[in-house]
């Protein structure tokens, strides 16, 4: 994307920043950087994939403003940041999403000029409500003329920008000493990306995908309905390719919530809910990272949008229990709240 950067806002969507995090981990000789997405102009690292999906169709004259219609089925990262491209360059975007689209995100939306289409029904066969989005993206792609589907599942454009940018910024910042990388997996675009930069390149990194229990992308030990967005997935995408992870670390939900607040307490980084399931990943490799290694950890999203979930300790009580959050949260660094997950974890 470099040589080729559009203009205005958009010319702020990748570049974003590492940091080292000399806390989070103190009882361990390995050192962590965190490659913070929040700092994209939409707020994550979605804007990367949406630009990487739209940039070249605007270019090319196949998507045109005031003719071209985009739809696609998203409720959160992305469809924020086709909304903010859209809006940018006048195209119609017409975004479906669901029940359980939080009203920030539906208020973003339509701040950015989106036309927003909500799916009240889930799918009467899953119960699930992604079925019953894409079938009316389907539907609308129909019907709406000269509509265009992104497709963020499906699309090879997707992992191929967090080939071309993510990977390499991290690469570049880190002059090549990336021994580990942990990756929130969703569509699989960002890992399936960074791990084609790595295989590549012959770098010897060890790529950790990050799942939520409950999802079906890499066999989670249970299946049970997830609370926190970004990470794991309903149904498994087209992108899916599971040699793209070395390592599979299974997160719950409440061991993101634990990994957030660690973040904050010790890095002051307020960072999402995938974020937090990332920095869990961690903890549960953490005994067995040798003295010296050095980890990458991705941080796809800020935590503003989480406030009433994630950092609402009443939202923790009422989906958790009573539990004491501080020694839940911050005992040692290994939070491995579920030691047998298979028996132990709370969905
Ligand atoms: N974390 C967050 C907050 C996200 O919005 C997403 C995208 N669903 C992911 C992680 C997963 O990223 P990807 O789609 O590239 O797998």
Not at 39 to 44: D, E, Y
Not at 160 to 171: K, N, P, Q, V
Not at 192 to 219: K, P, Q
Request: aromatic share 6%.
């Amino acid at each position: 994307m470099a040589a080729d950067r559009p203009k205005g806002i958009l010319s702020t969507v990748g570049d974003t920043p590492l940091v080292e995090l000399e806390r989070i981990a103190p009882h361990h000789d390995f050192r962590v950087h965190a490659k913070i997405e929040r700092f994209n102009p939409g707020g994550s690292i979605k804007d990367r994939s949406a630009l990487g999906m739209l940039l070249e169709r605007i270019r090319s004259g196949a998507l045109v403003p005031g003719t071209s219609t985009v739809v696609e089925s998203s409720s959160g990262n992305l469809a924020i940041g086709l909304a903010q491209i859209c809006c940018y360059y006048g195209l119609r975007f017409i975004c479906v999403v669901d029940a359980r689209t939080t009203e920030q995100n539906l208020a973003i939306l339509r701040a950015y000029r989106a036309e927003v289409e909500i799916v009240t029904e889930p799918d009467p066969a899953t119960g699930e409500y992604l079925p019953a989005r894409l079938r009316r993206v389907a539907e609308l792609a129909a019907t709406v003329p000269h509509a265009y589907v992104p497709d963020q599942y499906a699309n090879p454009r997707n992992p191929r920008t967090h080939r071309e940018t993510t990977m390499r910024e991290i690469d570049r910042a880190m002059g090549g000493d990336v021994d580990y990388l942990f990756v929130a997996a969703g569509t699989t675009g960002t890992l399936g990306g960074c791990a084609a930069y790595i295989r590549e390149r012959g770098m010897a990194t060890t790529v950790v995908a990050v799942d939520a229990v409950g999802s079906v992308l890499f066999d989670s030990p249970v299946s049970c309905p997830r609370l926190i967005p970004g990470h794991g997935a309903s149904v498994a995408p087209a992108l899916l390719d599971r040699t793209a992870a070395d390592r599979v670390v299974h997160i719950s939900d409440l061991e993101s919530v634990a990994g957030c607040r660690r973040l904050v307490r010790r890095e002051a980084i307020l960072a999402g809910g995938s974020s937090g399931a990332v920095v869990a990943a961690l903890g549960k490799l953490a005994p067995e990272i040798p003295a010296g290694a050095s980890c990458v950890l991705i941080l796809p999203d800020g935590g503003d949008r989480y406030l009433d979930t994630v950092y609402s300790d009443a939202w923790v009580r009422r989906h958790f229990g009573d539990i004491d959050l501080d020694t839940v949260i911050d005992p040692d660094f290994e939070p491995d709240l579920d030691p047998d997950i298979k028996e132990t974890v709370p969905c």
